[in-house]
């Protein structure tokens, strides 16, 4: 049961960091709005990433820490466009939301490999 819900998790991960990649065609014309359902989607990513890496039996616990310095560098990026701290313009808010979106998903997907359990790395 565990494995499906990694692979869902997975899936999960790929389809949302599509969404993030397409959500300036949306015909939506609030900046805040989009701003907002971009980080949505990019924190969702992040712990649909994290809950993958805890649940599976093939990846080691310390792949958690490389996802969760990602998730805290988008979260002072989020803090940053709450707070007016460096001037960022909506256009480069969201590709660097993507960004961190996108190497979310990597880590999703490469974790096996990078950070293999013991069982996991006999078997590749």
């Known amino acids: 049961m565990k494995q499906k819900i990694v692979i869902l ?4 991960v790929v389809f949302f960091t599509a969404f993030q990649g397409m959500i ?10 989009i701003t907002l359902i971009s980080a949505i989607t990019m924190f969702l ?9 805890a649940l599976s039996k093939e990846i080691n616990s310390e792949a958690i820490l ?3 310095v990602v ?9 940053n466009e709450l707070l007016d701290i460096f001037y960022l313009s909506d256009i480069v808010g969201q ?7 996108f190497i979310t998903m990597g ?3 490469i974790s096996k490999l990078l950070y293999p359990t013991v069982e996991t790395r006999s078997l590749l």
């Open 24 to 33: 300036p065609t949306l015909p939506l014309t609030n900046e805040g709005t």
């Open 66 to 68: 490389p996802t969760i």
């Open 107 to 109: 880590l999703n997907l």
């Open 9 to 12: 998790f997975t899936w999960l």
């Open 71 to 79: 998730a805290s560098v988008a979260t002072l990026g989020g803090l």
């Open 95 to 101: 590709w660097l939301r993507f960004a961190i979106t």
């Open 45 to 53: 990513v992040s712990g649909l990433t994290v809950w993958k890496q």
